[in-house]
């Protein structure tokens, strides 16, 4: 069911869109792509790298990658994950943390290994941030670079935590949250008043180094900022926009998350 959406002659990129029913049959494909991947590494003796992104979006995903690890002995002996993004700062035993949401969704139903995953670390000093994330940066390199990499959209048409002003050459770093994104995260703290201002996220020339990246995003609530993505050219005040530059791009919508998009195609 992958259509393409056709843009203007002013703006030459075609990205690839797959659109679904619902997030349900999406997430369960997705979840099967990324098993069918490991599953191939696995035949090859290698590991994969998957870069993994919070947010309700992902929950399907990884509740259907559980599911095949509990029922058709799925192993994640093989992979190694990098988060992309953590508030700062953020004690990781905070249930707000995207460790504890990465651990509550995915991680505590699963054979990884405990040493193969990364999250950035939102307990640092800030002296000590510009070292860890050019770290986190060579270890990315140092395992061969992302295979897969998840992502959701913000409202603010953020990636990560890379909010409009970012650039197509940024790299993991220290960012000041956008007020639409500490609102929309106000539910999960209480109150917006506790949403932290800063968050430590991979850049946008990290993301899309991946070798394949799926960008999903399901409901109502996000067609607008898909329909601005799909149609805007490409620039930082819309982050997402950035991704229509590269080819091992896909965007993954639900009939709802599509449903202002014009001209596409069967
Ligand atoms: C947060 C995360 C993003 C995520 C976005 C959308 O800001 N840092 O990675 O894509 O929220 O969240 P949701 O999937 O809940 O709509």
Redesign the pocket.
Known sequence: MVKNFPLEQSNPERPVISVYPDAKAASVDVAQRIASLIRAKQRDNKQIVLGL?????PIYVYEELVRLHREEELSFNNVISFN??EYFPMQPDSSQSYVAFMKKYLFDHIDIKPENVHIPDGTLARAEIEAYCSAYENKIKAVGGIDIQL????RTG????NEPGATRFSKTRLVELNDL?RT??APAFGSKEYVPTEAITMGIDTIMAARKILLMAWGRGKAEIVQKTMETEVTATIPATFLKTCEQVEFVLDNEAASLLTGLEA
């Open positions: 992104a919070t947010g309700s979006t992309l993004d992502l959701g959209i913000g953020h990636i990560g935590f994104t929309d995260a």
